[in-house]
């Protein structure tokens, strides 16, 4: 059964950083794009930034550009989402996810088949 299990969620002062891991159990993610998105209380789930299955490619959405980092380790089926100066509209569940398409960095289309339960990221201000 595959298993997407996000962490690194948790209370951080507006400008302090986080680093969320999503462990893979139950298949290589090596040929999957990945992919993290937030969902803030009472809006709809937005996609934050995604990965190509070769770490060539990375997409960004224009609020966390220069901010976050999306990484990847296919050896230990992990990706991560490095994120810097938080700002309190940061505030959501951020989940990962895993599918197959296209990701550029103006471009993230991505047919998504597995998600992670979300884990809690809260900035005070």
């Known amino acids: 059964q595959v298993q997407l299990v996000e962490s690194g969620g948790g209370l951080v002062q507006a400008g302090g950083s986080l680093q969320l891991s999503c462990v893979v159990s139950g298949r290589t993610i090596s040929t999957w794009a990945m992919a993290w998105f937030l969902q803030a209380p009472g809006k709809e789930r937005e996609r934050v930034s995604c990965?190509?299955?070769?770490?060539?490619?990375?997409y960004y959405a224009d609020s966390v550009k220069g901010r976050f980092t999306i990484s990847r380790d296919n050896a230990k089926n992990t990706v991560y989402l490095q994120m810097n100066s938080l700002k309190p509209e940061d505030t959501a569940v951020y989940y990962c996810a895993a599918g197959f398409g296209v990701v550029r960095s103006t471009q993230c289309a991505l047919d998504l088949s597995r998600w992670g339960q979300g884990t809690q990221v809260t900035v005070s201000s």
């Open positions: 990965i190509s299955n070769s770490k060539d490619n990375a």
